[in-house]
Every structure is written in C-alpha cells, then in structure tokens.
C-alpha cells in the first residue's frame, strides 16, 4: 500500500520563534493587528507500508531520528492512504 503522510513541525510552547516574532511586527506595520503569530513546517512524504500502522510507525521513526528535535519541536502526523 502506498501512503502519504503530512507532518506539521512546530516549536514547543515557551520556544522563542523569532520568524513568528518578525512576521507578526511585519504585520503591525501593514495596520494588522494579531495577537501572536507562530511559525510552522508541513512536510508531505509518501511511502510503502505494508499497513496504515506500519506507515505510521516509520514516518514516527524519521521525526524522531531527523525531521524533528523532540527537544524543541512537537510534531503532528496525518495519514492517509492514496493508492
């Protein structure tokens, strides 16, 4: 089975975020006003499994070894199936 997985990387709570810092300034200067603004990533991957929880556990694996800090980051995996 083939299966793509979004992964949305974003600092945990207490991280500084100096690109959410500067857009939402950036933001101010265009007569927006937010209360705060966080930065995040979306990685789209596809790959083969032989299950949905196999699909899982390897896209897991990649966050832990090099997509994500755990230190810094909290993450969040979608999954679906395309084929």
């Known amino acids: 089975m083939q299966y ?3 992964v949305t990387i974003e600092l945990k709570a207490g ?3 100096p690109e959410g810092t ?3 300034r950036a933001l101010e200067h265009l007569g927006y006003e937010t209360d705060s ?3 995040a990533k979306k990685y789209t991957i596809t790959l083969e499994a032989e299950s949905i929880h196999d699909a899982r556990e ?3 694996e990649m966050c832990q ?3 994500a800090n755990p230190i810094i980051h909290n993450y969040a995996i ?3 199936e395309t084929e």
């Open 4 to 6: 793509q997985a979004d």
């Open 15 to 17: 991280m500084l975020d």
């Open 22 to 24: 500067t857009i939402k």
């Open 37 to 39: 603004v966080r930065t």
């Open 58 to 60: 390897n896209v897991e």
């Open 65 to 67: 070894k090099l997509i």
């Open 78 to 80: 979608s999954l679906r």
